[in-house]
């Protein structure tokens, strides 16, 4: 076992730990920040797979924007902790529990199968190169310049619809 | 091979992240959080993205998760406005309740 | 001057009906009066045009193709016309009578109708006028077949013309309905006989039939059973006949033109067109010649005992009908087309001349309410004599000849000869005393009707006197076509003129040794002895004694007296034999198949339908996690149908 694999999943094991914390608090506010410290490690497998520039996007604007609305908006609204429900009908979490085992499993076989088998590759970059910011900005700005203008008018969209959707109403 | 590392633990860790995101979001109640569970996952696919261009060698990995997380940061914002609305509505945030469409 | 093509014989009514129909009600009772007329007239003029180059030439048989109708396979009809001796001899009777007859309808019909009810009366009275003269001059069966249910629906249009009253409407719905079974077996005739000879041309059937009789006799049984039924219907013979005394309740020229002279006549015409196909079927011939008997003297018995005049012409139009069948039956083809003739011209004469006292008499037929209308009526009286005296057989009237024709040819047929004999000759005298019994009533003695009736009798106006008054010279001379051989060798025109029409069939020669003279004169004098005395015993009883005698025997047997007057209740038969069956039998299908059984199963389907979605509408919850449960479901499904798949 390399270091760098080593590296590798301890990082892999903390973003899952602190993801399984997530999904179990019930406090959103320790939810939110338990995603936080995921998104961290995780940032840090990104570093691991040559890519990062996408790491520090992470850190930046998910951990550091996406997260950090979301705690704005609990706090905003006073959200509480999740009282229980005397829910009548389990059906839903028993389904739901059934599923995503069942779910589990099958990612599990397939990629016991031919999950990690790749195709011959024709053109294949190497490891010195792929981390490269300045490759990335070039692709972006060239090959896929229209994605680019596509999502900057998405994100408009967004802001507009965000915007709309969440003013109060005026009083006639 | 990415490096040294096997693609296969990059798939297993991106598998089990998204089975907790989708446990999540199946089994809470409360909205934040199954919005949260929804990040999670999505998340776990930007690593599967990542591990595989990687081992590929090719550059397209990245640029798809640069899209995904800009469009992810969109999202979020517009959910969340969302919800703000519909919490001045309701003054609740458990899904089970906001039940309107019910037959 | 070129000759007129044959298809114009029949198109020139065919334009008369749609003009009158397109155009008549806005223009007028004169302006439809003149293109009915006209175009039965134009057409008698055409016909004749054909007939007397026809008549004075060789005799040989015309085709003359117009289009190419049908051409499939092993199937091609053609429209043609044929002219030959028998077609000639129809066309020669036809188109004047038709003539007369709507000149007649002019005065009858002028205060019966509206302006639009007279130009549809005139219309229909054309089309009926082409159907006829396509059955009559078509060279194949199917095209016969055409005129055969054409004139089946002008008789459905022209008996239900006052359509408003229940009584009439249903006697043209029976018309058609019995006319159909009858035409179901023309049907079944035609199916067999394209089977058999591969072809409905008459040149080429006859021609098979006759050049190789042993081939084709065995299914020529059925064939011709088969359309022996449809020349029942459509000629009234039992058991077919209930239509046509119901019948009565069209307009009196209609009466006239498709009930007695023309239409009911296209079965023995039929009978005879197809006369080397059936006398390769002996029985059926028998069979033939027993049924038109029977009918005869049936028709005959139901007569004396009816009170309605147009319903005595009726039952005496199935007699007169039966005797041309037997005719044909008995192998003597020629005797019954000429009979078909001469009763054409006398037959059209009596309903004419009932329609005219129907007039005077404003619309009563019943004869009980008649009397002594001689002295106001002359013209109308001298012409219904001629023609009573002409079907009861009287010489030198027209009737005689051919009725005494008919008896003799049926004495001299080797099987059941003498019985067919004996019983035309009674019917013959059951005739002579019923149709003298009507005019002894009508005519004669003391008017029995009402003060009103009194002051409105009066004799017709002259569109309608004329037509009598022809047909009448008609009943008296036009039975000199067919004098018998006793008369000499060359007496007889109509025979020889007809014969190309029977040709010999090879193997199939008839032994037709002629009768020697002494017992034809015997037979003459017999029959005119039985119609003498016919005749005496009517006037004695009803002209003399005011009716005594008859209402004595009717009343010493009552019961027997009611069956007879009720037409031995046979309608009510077929009521309950056939019609409260079908009845029961449409009702069953209507209430059980239709809407319980098929709407059942529509509604079911949409109840299901209905339920299904009852029972679905529970997935929406309106739960957002229940939906995104099922998509997830979904996918694993996709999962496992992806990686199950290899």
């Given at each position: 076992?390399s270091?760098?694999?080593?590296?590798f999943d301890?990082f892999?094991?903390?973003?899952?730990v602190?993801?399984?914390?997530?999904?179990?608090g019930?406090?959103?506010?320790?939810?939110?920040?338990?995603?936080v410290?995921?998104?961290f490690a995780l940032?840090?497998?990104y570093?691991?797979?040559?890519?990062?520039?996408?790491?520090?996007l992470?850190?930046?604007v998910?951990?550091?924007?996406?997260?950090?609305?979301f705690?704005?908006v609990?706090m905003?609204?006073?959200?509480?902790?999740?009282?229980?429900?005397?829910?009548?009908?389990?059906?839903?979490t028993?389904?739901g529990?059934?599923?995503?085992?069942?779910?589990a499993?099958?990612?599990?076989?397939?990629?016991?199968?031919?999950?990690?088998?790749?195709?011959?590759q024709?053109?294949?970059?190497?490891p010195?190169q792929?981390?490269?910011?300045a490759?990335i900005?070039r692709?972006l700005?060239?090959?896929?310049?229209?994605?680019f203008?596509?999502v900057s008018?998405?994100?408009?969209?967004?802001?507009v619809?965000?915007f709309?959707?969440?003013r109060?109403?005026?009083?006639p | 091979?990415?490096?040294?590392?096997?693609?296969?633990?990059?798939l297993?860790?991106?598998?089990?992240?998204?089975?907790?995101?989708?446990?999540g979001?199946?089994?809470?109640?409360?909205?934040?959080?199954?919005?949260?569970?929804?990040e999670l996952?999505?998340?776990?696919?930007?690593?599967a993205?990542l591990g595989?261009?990687?081992?590929?060698?090719?550059?397209?990995?990245?640029?798809?998760v640069?899209?995904?997380?800009?469009?992810?940061a969109?999202e979020?914002?517009?959910?969340l406005?969302?919800?703000?609305?519909l919490?001045r509505?309701?003054?609740?945030?458990?899904?089970?309740?906001?039940?309107?469409?019910?037959? | 001057?070129?000759?007129?093509?044959?298809?114009?014989i029949?198109?020139?009514?065919?334009?008369?009906?749609?003009?009158?129909?397109?155009l008549g009600?806005?223009l007028?009772?004169?302006?439809?009066?003149?293109?009915g007329?006209?175009?039965?007239?134009?057409?008698?003029?055409?016909?004749?045009?054909r007939?007397i180059p026809?008549?004075s030439?060789?005799?040989a048989?015309v085709?003359?193709?117009?289009?190419?109708?049908?051409?499939?396979?092993n199937?091609?009809?053609?429209?043609?016309?044929?002219?030959?001796?028998?077609?000639?001899?129809?066309?020669?009777?036809?188109?004047?009578?038709?003539?007369?007859?709507?000149?007649?309808?002019?005065?009858?019909?002028?205060?019966?109708?509206?302006?639009?009810?007279?130009?549809?009366?005139?219309?229909?009275?054309?089309?009926?006028?082409?159907a006829m003269?396509?059955?009559?001059?078509?060279?194949?069966?199917?095209l016969?077949f055409?005129?055969?249910?054409?004139?089946?629906?002008?008789?459905?249009l022209?008996?239900?013309y006052?359509?408003?009253?229940?009584?009439a409407?249903?006697?043209?719905r029976k018309?058609?309905?019995?006319?159909?079974i009858?035409?179901?077996?023309f049907?079944?005739?035609?199916?067999?006989?394209f089977a058999a000879?591969?072809?409905?041309?008459y040149?080429?059937?006859?021609?098979?039939a006759a050049?190789?009789?042993?081939q084709?006799?065995?299914?020529?049984?059925?064939i011709c059973?088969c359309?022996?039924?449809?020349?029942?219907?459509k000629?009234?013979?039992?058991?077919?006949?209930?239509?046509?005394?119901?019948?009565?309740?069209?307009p009196?020229?209609v009466?006239?033109l498709?009930?007695?002279?023309?239409?009911?006549t296209?079965?023995v015409?039929?009978?005879?067109r197809?006369?080397?196909?059936?006398?390769?079927?002996?029985e059926?011939?028998l069979?033939?010649?027993?049924?038109g008997?029977?009918t005869?003297?049936?028709?005959?018995?139901?007569?004396?005992?009816?009170?309605?005049?147009?319903?005595?012409?009726?039952?005496?139009?199935?007699?007169?009908?039966?005797?041309?069948?037997?005719?044909?039956?008995?192998?003597?083809?020629?005797?019954?087309?000429f009979?078909?003739?001469?009763?054409a011209?006398f037959?059209?004469?009596l309903?004419l001349g009932?329609?005219?006292?129907?007039?005077?008499?404003?619309d009563?037929?019943?004869?009980r309410h008649?009397g002594?209308?001689?002295?106001?009526m002359?013209?109308t009286?001298?012409?219904?004599?001629?023609?009573t005296?002409?079907?009861s057989?009287?010489p030198?009237f027209?009737g005689?000849?051919?009725?005494?024709?008919?008896?003799?040819s049926?004495?001299?047929?080797?099987e059941l000869?003498?019985?067919?004999?004996?019983?035309g000759l009674?019917?013959?005298?059951?005739?002579?005393?019923?149709m003298?019994?009507?005019?002894?009533?009508?005519?004669?003695g003391?008017f029995?009707?009402?003060k009103?009736q009194?002051?409105?009798?009066?004799?017709?106006?002259?569109?309608?006197?004329?037509?009598?008054?022809?047909?009448?010279?008609?009943?008296?001379?036009?039975?000199f076509?067919?004098?018998?051989?006793?008369?000499?060798?060359?007496?007889?025109?109509i025979?020889?003129?007809?014969?190309?029409?029977?040709?010999?069939?090879?193997?199939?020669?008839?032994?037709?040794?002629?009768?020697?003279?002494?017992?034809?004169?015997?037979?003459?004098a017999?029959?005119v002895?039985?119609?003498?005395s016919?005749?005496?015993?009517a006037?004695?009883?009803?002209?003399?004694?005011?009716?005594?005698?008859?209402?004595?025997?009717?009343?010493s047997?009552?019961?027997?007296?009611?069956?007879?007057?009720?037409?031995?209740?046979i309608?009510?038969l077929y009521?309950?034999?056939f019609?409260?069956?079908?009845?029961?039998?449409?009702?069953?299908?209507w209430?059980?198949?239709d809407v319980?059984?098929?709407?059942g199963?529509?509604?079911?389907a949409?109840?299901?339908?209905?339920l299904?979605?009852?029972?679905l509408r529970?997935?929406?919850?309106?739960n957002?996690r229940?939906?995104?449960?099922?998509f997830f479901?979904?996918?694993?499904?996709?999962l496992?149908?992806v990686?199950?798949?290899?």
């Amino acid at each position: 076992m390399s270091a760098g694999r080593l590296a590798f999943d301890a990082f892999a094991l903390v973003a899952v730990v602190f993801a399984g914390l997530m999904v179990a608090g019930k406090d959103p506010i320790k939810s939110v920040l338990a995603l936080v410290v995921s998104f961290f490690a995780l940032a840090a497998t990104y570093v691991m797979v040559l890519s990062p520039f996408i790491a520090g996007l992470q850190v930046i604007v998910y951990a550091g924007a996406i997260l950090v609305l979301f705690l704005f908006v609990i706090m905003l609204l006073n959200v509480g902790r999740e009282k229980p429900d005397g829910s009548r009908r389990p059906i839903q979490t028993v389904l739901g529990s059934l599923s995503v085992v069942v779910f589990a499993t099958l990612l599990l076989g397939m990629l016991r199968g031919s999950g990690a088998r790749l195709p011959p590759q024709a053109e294949a970059v190497g490891p010195e190169q792929l981390p490269d910011p300045a490759a990335i900005a070039r692709l972006l700005f060239s090959d896929y310049l229209l994605h680019f203008e596509a999502v900057s008018v998405l994100l408009l969209a967004a802001l507009v619809g965000a915007f709309v959707l969440a003013r109060r109403e005026e009083a006639p | 091979m990415i490096g040294t590392i096997p693609l296969s633990d990059v798939l297993l860790a991106s598998g089990a992240l998204f089975s907790i995101g989708i446990a999540g979001a199946l089994l809470r109640r409360n909205a934040i959080q199954i919005f949260l569970s929804i990040e999670l996952m999505m998340n776990a696919a930007n690593l599967a993205l990542l591990g595989y261009g990687a081992a590929l060698g090719t550059h397209q990995g990245q640029i798809i998760v640069f899209f995904v997380i800009a469009i992810a940061a969109a999202e979020a914002s517009v959910g969340l406005a969302i919800f703000v609305a519909l919490f001045r509505h309701t003054e609740t945030i458990d899904v089970n309740k906001i039940n309107l469409l019910k037959w | 001057m070129t000759t007129p093509p044959l298809w114009l014989i029949p198109a020139i009514p065919l334009v008369g009906f749609a003009v009158n129909a397109l155009l008549g009600t806005r223009l007028g009772k004169s302006f439809v009066s003149a293109v009915g007329v006209g175009a039965a007239g134009l057409t008698t003029i055409v016909a004749y045009a054909r007939l007397i180059p026809f008549a004075s030439g060789s005799h040989a048989p015309v085709v003359e193709p117009l289009a190419s109708w049908i051409a499939v396979a092993n199937l091609s009809i053609d429209i043609s016309f044929r002219l030959d001796s028998l077609s000639a001899l129809m066309l020669f009777f036809v188109t004047f009578v038709a003539f007369l007859i709507h000149v007649y309808a002019i005065g009858y019909m002028h205060h019966e109708a509206t302006d639009a009810g007279y130009a549809r009366f005139f219309a229909y009275l054309n089309l009926f006028l082409f159907a006829m003269l396509t059955l009559v001059l078509g060279e194949s069966f199917l095209l016969m077949f055409v005129g055969w249910e054409g004139v089946g629906l002008c008789s459905y249009l022209l008996v239900g013309y006052y359509f408003d009253r229940a009584y009439a409407a249903a006697a043209g719905r029976k018309a058609f309905v019995v006319n159909r079974i009858g035409d179901y077996g023309f049907l079944l005739g035609m199916f067999g006989i394209f089977a058999a000879f591969g072809s409905l041309n008459y040149s080429e059937v006859f021609r098979k039939a006759a050049e190789h009789p042993a081939q084709y006799a065995p299914a020529l049984s059925i064939i011709c059973l088969c359309l022996f039924v449809g020349a029942m219907g459509k000629s009234a013979q039992v058991p077919l006949y209930v239509w046509l005394p119901d019948a009565m309740a069209g307009p009196t020229p209609v009466s006239a033109l498709i009930h007695a002279a023309t239409m009911v006549t296209a079965g023995v015409y039929m009978v005879s067109r197809c006369n080397v196909l059936f006398r390769l079927a002996p029985e059926v011939m028998l069979f033939v010649a027993c049924i038109g008997c029977f009918t005869a003297l049936f028709a005959g018995t139901i007569a004396i005992a009816q009170n309605d005049l147009k319903k005595v012409l009726a039952y005496s139009t199935i007699s007169q009908l039966g005797y041309m069948f037997l005719a044909c039956g008995v192998g003597a083809f020629p005797v019954g087309m000429f009979h078909v003739m001469t009763h054409a011209c006398f037959k059209a004469c009596l309903f004419l001349g009932a329609g005219s006292v129907m007039h005077a008499m404003a619309d009563d037929l019943d004869i009980r309410h008649m009397g002594g209308l001689k002295a106001k009526m002359p013209i109308t009286f001298w012409t219904f004599l001629a023609a009573t005296l002409a079907i009861s057989g009287i010489p030198p009237f027209a009737g005689f000849f051919s009725k005494d024709a008919i008896l003799s040819s049926a004495f001299e047929s080797p099987e059941l000869g003498k019985l067919l004999w004996f019983v035309g000759l009674f019917t013959a005298g059951l005739t002579a005393f019923y149709m003298y019994r009507i005019v002894s009533m009508t005519f004669f003695g003391q008017f029995r009707g009402t003060k009103e009736q009194a002051h409105h009798v009066h004799e017709a106006p002259a569109s309608m006197t004329f037509p009598l008054i022809v047909l009448g010279i008609l009943s008296v001379v036009v039975g000199f076509l067919g004098l018998p051989a006793v008369f000499g060798e060359h007496a007889n025109v109509i025979e020889p003129f007809l014969a190309p029409v029977f040709p010999p069939i090879a193997g199939h020669e008839g032994a037709h040794e002629a009768l020697p003279h002494a017992t034809e004169w015997l037979l003459m004098a017999v029959s005119v002895a039985v119609a003498a005395s016919g005749l005496t015993l009517a006037y004695q009883w009803y002209a003399r004694q005011g009716g005594r005698t008859p209402a004595r025997i009717a009343a010493s047997m009552p019961g027997a007296y009611a069956l007879v007057a009720d037409k031995f209740r046979i309608d009510e038969l077929y009521d309950f034999l056939f019609v409260r069956p079908y009845a029961w039998l449409a009702h069953v299908l209507w209430r059980v198949v239709d809407v319980l059984i098929i709407d059942g199963i529509l509604n079911a389907a949409a109840f299901l339908v209905e339920l299904a979605g009852d029972f679905l509408r529970f997935l929406q919850t309106g739960n957002v996690r229940n939906y995104a449960l099922t998509f997830f479901l979904g996918l694993i499904a996709l999962l496992l149908f992806v990686v199950g798949a290899p």
